[in-house]
């Protein structure tokens, strides 16, 4: 959530905002529209200050009504990126807490009782180091020349900031321009052997970080807004393994949201977001007819605009910028009234599309395709010379501690601590947006192959594999086979070896792939022959605790009062009284048909054709 990320901002600054001149810095309501500020900061008006919502006046500026409080209005300007002045009253209706990026000129016209601000602070040095002074640390330009650090330090632009390459203000010092955060500056000096300061601004163009081996002098003429901090360089602590440590964890769920619009909401007044996580939030933004947003509500936009004449549409985004979905034409100001989340009970197996981002980039992470069980995910950080993760993550970590002087590199596990896959060296805050599943469930099929268990060797097994896998549609991954005891399954064929495919399949898919198994063509094409099928396999632990289970020959246990079955070509029927919550087994048997009934069982239904292939259903 943005705000939370601006409030962390706020408490490592030393606040100060230098007073000005009367009135309002005028001309700067194109600075920050209110479309731009709904979209990107829709909470600060309630959060931070009595006010209730964004405003523009035309011709003079972007704000906040009935604030009436400088500090407030500090603070405002603090959390809204690019701002530099503000402009307030306590005294003069409507009380606004207007910001600026420039105030080149100040009006009393409109605004006789109001008075401009321009924010002065001494950002609070981060954890490696310690405030040294205000301005640059100047006539450092030869400590670091730009054909040095490029030659030997060329990646570090681009992995440990936002910038782009060296560059050197001569008689001043070598740096990298639009850094503008003071932790990545110090990343930076870390990363360049000999570097003992470094100077950096937030608010002053262009926002560079210089780095210096000494700072005998420091110079504001040219870095008024700088400031330059000692990097203290880290005592060596006694050597240990080094452990991988979870950076985010995510629980995936449900959220119901609680909606309102000015005159209606149609469809959305209570919206459900599948795939989401506990610490998502939300935000109602605005998508302009035209803009090319690559937004999927970019068509409403259009249609708002050509039916209606509204500048756009109104969209409900997570707070990290996942779609959710498309609300009204833009003359709503769609808003959540509540929300609440219901985390998923119990780990899901099956085929996962999970949605990231990177603060920066996400390279071939974005959309990360896995097959597994999960309820929900984790961002671990792994340390260079971390040897109880896999080779692959080992490697990536050795290789950002090389290249780019980063700790280790970030991975993608499941809540169950299955690794996934590794993402960027560790300097992306990697994030999980959005998780669909495609579920997967067990169906067992009970095999009669027509070979010997010698012959039926590693390869042989692939080979059923793939050919199973082909004929139902999946990955043969996901079968399992197992080779049981011939005596166990009296339906096989004299001679043949009997196997259990144990298949994971789709569950939008199971019924299709239960006519493929029992259609020929699936014997032909496999060489087996299908004796039982069992669809949704229960499995527990031993030892099973009560009640007791019944004895081992299934229809060993005492025939129901209330449920019996009948069998006629083919086809087994099942009749019960419903009332009477009877835990059945019916199958075709030489009396006909029988049902047995235990407290164990699952109302299985174990059909038998006039071939003799069998298939078992539970029905609870």
Same mark, same amino acid.
């Given at each position: 959530m943005k705000?939370?990320l601006f409030?962390?901002?706020?408490?490592?600054?030393?606040?100060?905002?230098?007073e000005?001149? *009367?009135g309002?810095c005028?001309?700067? $309501?194109?600075?920050?529209?209110v479309?731009?500020?709904?979209a990107?900061?829709?909470?600060?008006?309630?959060d931070? +200050?009595?006010?209730?919502h964004? %405003?523009?006046?035309p011709?003079?500026?972007?704000?906040?009504?009935?604030?009436?409080?400088?500090k407030a209005?500090?603070?405002?300007?603090?959390?809204v990126e690019?701002?530099?002045?503000?402009?307030?009253s306590?005294?003069?209706?409507?009380?606004?807490? #207007?910001?600026?990026k420039?105030?080149d000129?100040p009006s009393t016209?409109i605004?006789?009782?109001y008075?401009t601000?321009?924010?002065?602070? +001494?950002p609070?040095?981060?954890?490696?180091?310690?405030?040294?002074?205000?301005?640059?640390?100047?006539?450092?330009?030869s400590? #670091?020349?730009?054909?040095? *650090?490029?030659?030997? %330090?060329?990646n570090?632009?681009?992995?440990?900031?936002?910038?782009?390459?060296w560059? +050197?203000?001569?008689g001043?010092?070598?740096?990298?321009?639009?850094?503008?955060d003071?932790?990545a500056?110090?990343?930076?000096c870390d990363a360049?052997?000999?570097?003992?300061? #470094?100077?950096i601004?937030?608010t002053?163009?262009?926002?560079?970080? #210089?780095?210096?081996k000494t700072?005998?002098?420091?110079?504001?003429e040219?870095g008024?807004r700088y400031?330059?901090?000692?990097?203290?360089?880290?005592?060596?602590?006694?050597?240990t393994?080094?452990?991988?440590?979870?950076r985010?964890?995510?629980a995936?769920?449900?959220?119901?949201l609680?909606?309102? !619009?000015?005159?209606?909401t149609?469809?959305?007044?209570?919206?459900?977001h599948? !795939?989401?996580f506990?610490? /998502?939030t939300?935000v109602?933004?605005?998508?302009?007819?035209?803009?090319r947003s690559?937004?999927?509500a970019?068509v409403?936009a259009d249609s708002?605009k050509q039916?209606?004449?509204?500048?756009?549409v109104e969209?409900?985004y997570?707070g /990290?910028?996942q %779609?959710?979905?498309?609300?009204?034409?833009?003359n709503?100001?769609?808003?959540v009234v509540?929300k609440?989340?219901?985390?998923?009970v119990?780990?899901?197996?099956?085929?996962w599309?999970?949605q990231m981002?990177g603060?920066?980039?996400?390279?071939?992470?974005?959309?990360v395709?896995?097959t597994g069980?999960a309820?929900?995910?984790?961002v671990?950080?792994?340390?260079s010379g $971390?040897k109880?993760?896999?080779?692959?993550?080992?490697?990536?970590?050795?290789s950002?501690?090389?290249?780019?002087? *980063?700790? !280790?590199v970030?991975a993608l596990?499941? $809540?169950?601590?299955e690794f996934?896959?590794?993402?960027?060296c560790?300097?992306q805050?990697a994030?999980v947006?959005?998780?669909a599943?495609?579920?997967?469930?067990?169906?067992?099929?009970?095999?009669?192959?027509?070979m010997g268990?010698?012959?039926?060797n590693?390869?042989?097994?692939?080979a059923l594999?793939?050919?199973?896998?082909?004929q139902l549609g999946?990955?043969?991954?996901?079968?399992?086979?197992?080779?049981?005891?011939?005596?166990?399954l009296?339906?096989a064929?004299a001679?043949?070896l009997?196997?259990?495919?144990?298949?994971k399949?789709?569950?939008?898919a199971?019924?299709v792939a239960l006519?493929?198994i029992?259609?020929?063509a699936?014997a032909?094409?496999?060489?087996?022959?299908?004796?039982?099928?069992?669809q949704?396999?229960?499995?527990?632990?031993?030892?099973?605790?009560?009640p007791?289970?019944p004895?081992t020959?299934?229809?060993?246990?005492?025939v129901?009062p209330?449920?019996?079955?009948?069998?006629?070509?083919?086809?087994?029927?099942?009749?019960e009284?419903? $009332?009477?919550n009877?835990?059945?087994?019916c199958?075709?048997t030489a009396?006909?048909?029988?049902?047995?009934?235990?407290?164990s069982l699952?109302c299985?239904?174990r059909?038998?054709?006039?071939?003799g292939?069998?298939?078992?259903?539970?029905?609870c």
């Open positions: 705000l939370a409030s962390c901002l706020i408490a490592g600054i030393t606040a100060a905002a230098n000005g001149a *009367l309002i005028a001309g700067t $309501d194109k600075e920050f529209t479309g731009f500020l709904n990107n900061y829709p909470t600060i008006p309630k931070l +200050t009595k006010g209730t964004w %405003y523009t006046h011709g003079l500026a972007s704000g906040i009504c009935n604030v009436k409080d400088v209005c500090e603070n405002v300007c603090r959390s690019g701002c530099n002045y503000f402009s307030m306590h005294t003069q209706a409507c009380y606004a807490c #207007f910001i600026h420039t105030c000129a016209k605004g006789p009782k008075k601000y321009e924010l002065l602070a +001494t609070k040095a981060p954890a490696g180091s310690e405030f040294a002074g205000n301005g640059i640390c100047h006539g450092t330009d400590e #670091f020349t730009t054909a040095f *650090l490029n030659a030997k %330090y060329p570090v632009p681009k992995a440990l900031t936002k910038g782009t390459h560059y +050197t203000h001569n001043l010092a070598s740096g990298i321009c639009h850094v503008r003071i932790a500056c110090e990343k930076v360049v052997e000999g570097c003992n300061y #470094f100077s601004s937030l002053q163009n262009c926002y560079a970080c #210089f780095i210096h700072c005998d002098k420091s110079r504001t040219i008024a400031h330059n901090y000692k990097f203290l360089h880290p005592t060596a602590a006694p050597t393994a080094p452990t991988t440590r979870i985010e964890k995510f995936w769920g449900t959220w119901t609680n909606m309102k !619009g000015s005159s209606y149609h469809g959305w007044k209570t919206t459900v599948q !795939g989401g506990h610490s /998502d939300f109602v933004k605005e998508i302009r007819a035209g803009s690559g937004s999927p970019q409403s708002c039916r209606f004449r509204l500048p756009g969209a409900l997570t /990290d910028g %779609y959710v979905r498309t609300l009204s034409c833009d709503q100001n769609a808003r509540s609440s989340f219901v985390p998923n119990g780990a899901k197996f099956g085929e599309n999970i981002k603060s920066g980039y996400t390279h071939n992470w974005k959309t395709q896995w069980k309820n929900g995910f984790m671990k950080e792994i340390l $971390d109880t993760v896999p080779a692959a993550a080992q490697e990536a970590a050795s950002c501690k090389n290249r780019f002087n *980063l700790p !280790g970030e596990y499941s $809540d169950q601590g996934i896959r590794t993402l960027s560790d300097n805050d994030h947006l959005h998780a599943l495609s579920e997967m469930k067990d169906v067992e099929l009970k095999l009669a192959v027509n268990r010698a012959q039926f590693a390869a042989a097994q692939a594999k793939a050919k199973i896998a082909a999946v990955a043969a991954a996901n079968i399992e086979l197992k080779i049981v005891d011939s005596r166990r009296l339906e064929a001679g043949s009997n196997v259990i495919a144990i298949v399949v789709p569950v939008n199971i019924q006519k493929k029992a259609a020929p699936f032909a094409a496999t060489g087996a022959k299908v004796t039982e099928v069992v949704d396999i229960v499995k527990t632990s031993a030892p099973t605790p009560a007791t289970m004895p020959a299934v229809l060993g246990n005492a129901c209330n449920t019996y079955c009948t069998y006629q070509n083919g086809k087994t029927t099942v009749f009284k419903t $009332d009477k009877e835990k059945w087994h199958q075709k009396a006909g048909c029988t049902c047995v009934c235990h407290a699952k299985a239904l059909h038998e054709t006039l071939s292939y069998k298939k078992t259903l539970y029905h």
